[in-house]
């Protein structure tokens, strides 16, 4: 259980296009999923939370217009990459946070395979 | 701030024993985490400490000292697979505050 799956898994785009990215929980309800940011043989960063059916909160310094989440349904949350540029390149994983018994001291998630985005 | 330290690297031969020793300085804790990367994939969880004390899963165990702000990961019986990168996080807030990450070379 608690699989969460992440589409595409690679992309390769445009500088100036918009590229987005899907994460789904397959088999359980996810009120709260995360997006990171990983530089290679780097740690993750987080960048936002994002919450069903409210905004997202977004970590200082990352730009929000840019990087715009939807949390539309408890199974899904997308990231799109706006005017996307080489800056932009990296490997981009989701969370989920699992279901929880509503103690405050568990917060395991689960991770996406991860969408490793590459702008020309 | 808040922040995580962890050896950058580590080596071990096949079949040893390696602790990956992890410091934490968080607001708000409620436990430590830690997960597994390999190169190129995502990071899957490996265990999770709440209180004080050690947790074992098969070769894998971690120890939470909440005193010392100081927790472990121990790896028994190496074997090649486990070369990756581990993680310690610290449960914070509703999120994870991650250390930078220890990459465990394993040698024959």
């Known amino acids: 259980g608690a699989v969460v799956s992440q589409h595409p898994s690679r992309v390769i785009c445009k500088s100036g296009t918009s590229v987005k990215i899907e994460c789904r929980s397959l088999?359980?309800?996810?009120?709260?999923m995360f997006w990171y940011r990983q530089f290679p043989k780097k740690s993750l960063m987080l960048m936002a939370t994002?919450?069903?059916?409210?905004?997202?909160?977004?970590e200082q310094g990352v730009e929000k217009d840019k990087f715009l989440i939807n949390h539309a349904s408890l199974t899904l949350s997308t990231l799109t990459v706006t005017s996307a540029h080489p800056e932009d390149s990296s490997f981009y994983i989701c969370?989920?946070?699992?279901?929880?018994?509503?103690?405050?001291?568990?917060?395991?998630?689960?991770f996406g395979p991860g969408t490793r985005l590459t702008v020309l | 701030g808040q922040s995580l330290e962890q050896p950058s690297e580590v080596t071990a031969v096949e079949g040893a024993i390696v602790q990956i020793n992890c410091t934490y300085q968080?607001?708000?804790?409620?436990?430590l985490s830690w997960y597994q990367q390999h190169d190129g994939g995502a990071p899957t969880f490996l265990s999770y400490?709440?209180l004080d004390g050690l947790e074992e899963t098969g070769r894998f165990s971690s120890f939470l000292s909440r005193s010392d702000s100081y927790g472990y990961l121990l790896l028994q019986e190496l074997q090649m697979k486990d070369s990756a990168s581990y993680f310690c996080?610290?449960?914070?807030?509703?999120?994870?505050?991650w250390g930078a990450g220890t990459k465990l070379i394993i040698k024959p």
């Open positions: 994002s919450n069903e059916g409210s905004k997202a909160t977004y």
């Open positions: 969370s989920a946070r699992a279901p929880t018994s509503g103690t405050l001291s568990y917060n395991e998630q689960f």
């Open positions: 968080t607001s708000g804790f409620y436990g």
């Open positions: 400490n709440a």
């Open positions: 996080a610290a449960n914070s807030n509703y999120q994870l505050i």
């Open positions: 088999d359980f309800q996810a009120t709260t």
